[in-house]
């Protein structure tokens, strides 16, 4: 068996076996090409669907690849195997290899192997990729040099491919690379929340919230781990499995706890330092989910020496992702938020915890496998009218139909004329799917799109 340890001393002997073709994949390949490895590729797709300029980068370097499936040997044939994020890891050929002794590693755990600066890693149900912008611009406020990546933007391996010039990685990190992660070991580790999400390819929820808790696996007690008091299920599992790291949290009542707390519109670090420390928090990051973003993004910032006058101008000057609750325009009085990024239930339920007028929510697509039933009491309190679409439309009525007047549309432009017209002053109309979008629309990024184009066309009418 080879272990990545002895892989890492002398690469070059060893074939590596890259499954997977997607922006990580082909970063893997490059990379373990680059350590003079013997490397091969595996992809389910057809190669008409894979992208020309890797399928040409495999020719030009005479690297072997099988398309349109895989094979078994292919796995077995390998001395070590990199597998892409969206790679189910039960597949018969990773059991296999797996059964044969072959190490099974992910982008991330290959890559931060190769790292020598130290990582602020990301991870949560929610909120992550908006937690690891603002922590990567708090710091680049302060001057620090940031590589921000991982799940968002570029790859790790494709930053170890090039000038490697930064003082600091900050890592948005899925449960999917998690769960092949091998000894990541992340100086800083954030959680932000835990939902159910992601059931159609965990056996159950248990099995999701354990992923997420890998981020902690392999921390020392010099490490930090910084943690959200309000979500019940993490401070249990905590409770019942201490993280080997010191811990900081975040939330409404620490109860004790160092970390940080929002009171009259500062967030307020207590407990970490001689003296609370106060930073201003913007207008547009006071609701929830977004004030509890922003204290894990300062925790983390402070934590790595960000000065105080620094993470106050990154708080002020941040501008959130799109699709989060981004409120498009209001017309006759009726607002309307476009929260396309919620393609889970628990994002759902975090944007409605934070509307302060009655909703009608816009909601469906593919279903991920969560249970709607999660949304019961905040559709009860919050939302006046649903409309869904997608393939999900019937399950999602079924189990919220007893709680508020639904009605079906075929397409989000019959589903935003239909809320226009529900809607009275004072209401809010809500883009939130909690699903993925791939059964309409090429991402949640163009249903979000689309939803904004329509809502402006409404408004010139």
């Known amino acids: 068996m080879v272990g990545l340890a002895s892989f890492i001393k002398s690469p070059a002997s060893y074939r590596v076996l890259v499954v997977g073709s997607g922006k990580s994949g082909f970063a893997a390949l490059r990379f373990v090409h680059g350590l003079g490895c013997s490397v091969a590729l595996s992809e389910k797709a057809a190669e008409s669907a894979l992208d020309k300029k890797m399928i040409k980068w495999l020719r030009d370097r005479d690297i072997a690849y099988e398309t349109g499936g895989h094979q078994q040997t292919t796995f077995l044939d390998a001395d070590l195997i990199v597998v892409s994020p969206g790679v189910p890891l039960d597949m018969a050929e990773l059991t296999a290899a797996r ?3 072959i190490e099974i590693i992910g982008e991330l755990g290959l890559g931060a192997a190769y790292l020598r600066i130290p990582i602020v890693a990301v991870t949560g149900t929610n909120g992550k990729t908006t937690v690891t912008k603002l922590i990567g611009e ?3 406020a302060a001057g620090r040099k940031v590589f921000v990546g991982g799940n968002i933007g570029t790859p790790l391996l494709d930053y170890l491919l090039g000038d490697q010039d930064a003082e600091i990685a900050v890592l948005e990190v899925s449960s999917y690379q998690l769960d092949t ?6 100086d800083v580790a954030v959680l932000l929340n835990i939902s159910p999400d992601h059931l159609d390819r965990y056996p159950s929820y248990d099995d999701y919230a354990a992923s997420k808790m890998k981020i902690f696996a392999w921390q020392q007690p010099d490490d930090l781990a910084i943690l959200n008091a309000d979500d019940e299920d993490i401070v249990q599992r905590v409770e019942k499995d201490p993280v080997p790291a010191r811990t900081v ?6 109860h004790g706890k160092p970390g940080a707390v ?3 519109g500062e967030i307020v ?3 970490m330092f001689t003296a609370e420390e106060k930073y201003q928090l913007p207008a547009g990051l006071r609701k929830s989910p977004n004030r509890e973003n922003a204290m894990a993004a300062v925790l983390a910032a402070r934590i790595m020496a960000c000065p105080l006058e620094a993470i106050n101008r990154g708080l002020a000057e941040f501008k959130r992702p799109p699709h ?5 325009s209001e017309i006759k009085g009726v607002s309307y938020f476009d929260d396309s990024k919620a393609t889970n239930v628990g994002a759902v339920r975090s944007a409605l915890e934070g509307m302060t007028q009655p909703v009608i929510l816009i909601a469906g697509g593919r279903d991920k496998g969560g249970d709607y039933r999660y949304l019961a009491d905040m559709v009860q309190a919050k939302v006046k009218k649903m409309i869904l679409i997608g393939e999900a439309r019937e399950k999602i009525a079924a189990a919220l139909g007893d709680l508020v007047g639904i009605e079906m549309a075929d397409s989000l432009e019959e589903a ?3 809320a226009a017209r529900y809607a009275i002053p004072g209401d809010a109309v809500l883009l939130s799917p909690a699903c993925a979008s791939f059964d309409m629309f090429q991402s949640y990024a163009d249903r979000g799109e689309k939803f904004q184009n329509l809502v402006r066309n409404l408004g010139t009418k």
């Open 99 to 101: 059964a044969a002794g």
């Open 138 to 140: 708090l710091l680049q």
């Open 181 to 186: 992660a091998g000894k990541f070991r992340p």
């Open 249 to 254: 949290w975040f939330g409404g009542e620490l």
């Open 262 to 264: 929002v009171r009259d």
């Open 269 to 271: 670090l207590q407990g």
């Open 324 to 328: 989060r609750l981004f409120k498009v």
């Open 416 to 418: 935003v004329l239909k």
